[in-house]
């Protein structure tokens, strides 16, 4: 017994000695040898896993690790983090395209392909079934694929688009305005405390909702996270953040036969999805196609399943209506509620900022709720909106790509290998004072207006030049298919909220919480409200 311990130790040891040899020997080989970083990762990812799962704010040592290393960082074995805004232009614009790197996926166990070949994405949903996997479009890696399964609906998302879906959004802002009177404001309530966070997020996944299936969540209604859904979705990104920096690793946790040890499913949101898609079939079948022509407003899921109609027999089935639906909720509630509460904190943690947005608001006659078209005549409101989107993007990991065969040199004359996974983190590039002008850690809309000593071209270049370093929303062929919905709904529930009440901080000297996980979630933005003009309750009673 002893001697078979002894052995299996001796093969341990041999197996551990033998990995370290070719770590070591992969490095000295290694072209990316030139590019500096943490230690370790010049042999593992596994550094990455870790700071990202144990800081939950891999943002800040991103940064810091630029500040160190200079404007590329070593960040794995086969990775590097780009900073230089003016390589977004080469990284996701270029061409041919650069391909979405392998962050997401793994070699497929699934039974409907052959086994270990075609990939499948850590974090993809599964079918009705439990088994089908609806492949997530933003982790789809084939540019042809992806190409294949946007058409059909890129041009819903186009602004003269997303602007018909107004009528929809306006009574759930309505309804947003009576919740937070009746639970903070009114009577007995008055002054009653609670986190803006929590409240954005309801709003924001509310409205998603309406827009998409023709019917909210109820989170403004019940006040809640009905069902925990809301913690549901934040404790899969917890998860896909760290397990995508090794997604082999998802084989051994989430995907293993005997016990999951990974994510929570999103089964809750694929069984919304489906029960919307039967009870629409249901209505229809009921009332007649001819009323879904008549109606006057369409949702995202009557357009769906008219793209449905339209397409090659069997192009568009109903499980990829059901991939559609999901992208909208998966993809576009959490960040816009982070861009939501994000512009709360920052206006409130910047009086002077709030007060001339408000005056802004006050110098015009705006509709309840403001209209999009109306923020679009009120630059400060944008200035406040683009500024938030530069300081807290929604999205904070890098946004990775895989060079192509040929590879590329930098601007410093350092040469990256075809096959080397590059990125650029969102919360690095917007850092930048070369394009950003100084103070980028501060909240500043004013770099967005044009300046006093500034002619008009000096301010439109200098503009030009921000928004081309924005990758709040990415660029290029995979740019963030909701960015105009996002825009649209942020401006209105801003300045809605902003023109109506006086939100005021409960603690203003402390700071929110955020968690880094690839969406920048945040927490403790607790404060109180009043409607604008209305005396605190203490006013009146002191
Ligand atoms: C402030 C809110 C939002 C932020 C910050 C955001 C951010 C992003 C980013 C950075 C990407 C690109 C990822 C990459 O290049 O690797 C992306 C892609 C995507 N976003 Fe958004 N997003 C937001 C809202 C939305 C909304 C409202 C929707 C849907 C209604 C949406 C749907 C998508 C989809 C489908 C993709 C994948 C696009 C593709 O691969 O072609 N997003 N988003």
Known sequence: MLGVLALTFRFLLAGIALIVLKKLVDHVRSPLRQFDGPFLAKFTDLWRLLDIKTTRRCDITHNNLHKQYGPAVRMGPNCISLADPGLIKVVYTGRPRWKKSTMCTYPSLSPNKPPLTAPDNVNDALGPDGKTRITNLNSETNESAHDKTVAPIRSMYTMSNVKSFEPLIDPVITRLCAALESRFIDGANAGTSFDAADWMNYAAWDIMSEITFGKPFGFIDQGKDVGGFLATSQRGLDYFAVICQMPWLDLVLDKNPVKRIGAPSFSWAVEFSVGALVERYQQMAADGEKKVEEKPVKDFLDKFLEAKAKAEPGTIDDMQVVNFLLVNVLAGSDTTAITLGAAVYY???????????????????????????????????????????????????????????????????????????????P?????????????????????????????????????????????????????????????????????????????????????????????????????????RGQKAECDVAC
């Not at 006659?365 to 989107?389: D, F, G, K």
């Not at 690839?518 to 404060?527: H, R």
């Open 347 to 425: 206006l409130l943690k910047n009086p002077a900022v709030l007060k001339k947005l408000v005056r802004e608001l006050d110098e015009r006659e705006l509709s309840t709720p403001v209209s999009w078209t109306e923020t679009l005549e009120l630059p400060y409101l944008n200035a406040v909106m683009q500024e938030t989107m530069r300081i807290h993007g929604g999205v904070g990991l890098m946004l990775e790509r895989e060079v192509p065969a040929g590879g590329f040199s930098l601007p410093d004359g350092r040469f990256v290998p075809g096959g080397t996974v590059v990125g650029m983190n």
């Open 427 to 531: 919360w690095v590039v917007h850092m930048n004072e070369e394009y950003f002008g100084p103070n980028t850690e501060k909240f500043v809309p004013e770099r967005w207006m044009r300046r006093s000593e500034e002619t008009t071209e000096q301010f439109e270049a200098r503009e030009k030049k921000m928004k081309e370093a924005t990758l709040t929303f990415g660029h290029g062929s995979r740019i963030c298919l909701g960015r105009n919905l996002s825009r649209l709904e942020a401006n209105k529930v801003i300045a809605t909220l902003s023109k109506n009440y006086e939100w005021s901080l409960v603690q203003p000297e402390k700071d929110w919480k955020i968690r880094n996980s690839w969406f920048t979630y945040q927490s403790g933005i607790n404060v109180t409200v009043k409607k």
